[in-house]
């Protein structure tokens, strides 16, 4: 039996691969059939995403997806900004010598061929997940596990905002620059990498192009557990 904390993963999972839209409804009885659980932990699960941002409940109508504004959205693309900058500050600061990391850049290699290989497949809910988890990845394989939640939360926000302002930012272009801030962290030049990452996160908000909102999916379908060709989980 799932319980709140593996359905909410399985909402935020579902937004981060663009298949659960802004404004979508979270009916509870839906969910609990979906889930096989009872109402009074759905329940939970939705207050959990309510206090993370994800989720909001309307005046007798139940609970929804959120809508961002521009005004959030623009506040999640800066907290992103701090956190992926100050992570790539951090590991400029812990090896002065610009001595390349090895490990990192391989899991990160690893990561961008999955990603190429979504693109090429046309798989467009793993290819939005992956091209959004490679900032967890980056985060994960560098050693900052208390920041991949902060970090996990804050690009789901970003992919709200993306999907619901109708982002012309083309995944070709996110993989080719997760590609550059890899090459720069192979050669040790992590100022150059810190400086990749704001280029590209930069370009993602820049590509907002606020119009009318998205068709929205069913929930069964956008609830459905991924399964990726990766050797980190979806979570």
């Known amino acids: 039996?799932?319980?709140?904390?593996?359905?909410?993963?399985?909402?935020?999972?579902?937004i981060l691969s663009q298949r659960l839209s802004p404004g979508e409804r979270l009916g509870e009885q839906d969910?609990?059939?979906?889930?096989?659980?009872?109402?009074t932990l759905i329940r939970e699960a939705l207050m959990q995403l309510q206090a993370r941002g994800f989720v909001e409940v309307r005046s007798r109508r139940g609970w929804y997806v959120v809508e961002p504004?521009?005004?959030?959205a623009r506040d999640a693309f800066s907290a992103r900004r701090i956190v992926e900058a100050g992570i790539l500050s951090?590991?400029?600061?812990?090896?002065?010598?610009?001595?390349?990391?090895?490990?990192?850049?391989?899991?990160?290699?690893?990561?961008?061929?999955?990603?190429?290989?979504?693109?090429?497949?046309?798989?467009?809910?793993?290819?939005?997940?992956?091209?959004?988890?490679?900032h967890v990845c980056l985060a994960e394989c560098m050693g900052h596990r208390m920041l991949c939640d902060?970090?996990?939360?804050?690009?789901?926000?970003?992919?709200?905002?993306?999907?619901?302002y109708q982002s012309e930012h083309d995944a070709r272009q996110s993989c080719a620059e997760h590609s550059d801030i890899v090459a720069?962290?192979?050669?040790?030049d992590f100022a150059l990498a810190r400086q990749r990452m704001l280029t590209h996160i930069g370009h993602v908000e820049e590509a907002l192009n606020p119009g009318a909102p998205p068709v929205q999916g069913r929930l069964q379908a956008a609830l459905t557990p991924m399964t990726l060709r990766t050797g980190r989980a979806a979570r």
């Open 90 to 134: 951090a590991v400029a600061d812990d090896h002065p010598d610009g001595r390349p990391l090895q490990s990192v850049v391989r899991t990160l290699r690893q990561h961008i061929v999955q990603e190429e290989q979504a693109i090429a497949d046309a798989d467009a809910a793993t290819r939005a997940f992956l091209l959004a988890d490679f």
């Open 150 to 164: 902060v970090l996990r939360d804050l690009t789901a926000h970003t992919t709200l905002v993306a999907t619901l």
């Open 31 to 39: 969910l609990a059939d979906l889930f096989g659980v009872s109402r």
């Open 69 to 72: 504004s521009l005004e959030e």
């Open 184 to 188: 720069a962290l192979e050669t040790g």
């Open 1 to 14: 039996m799932a319980s709140p904390s593996e359905i909410a993963r399985r909402v935020v999972e579902s």
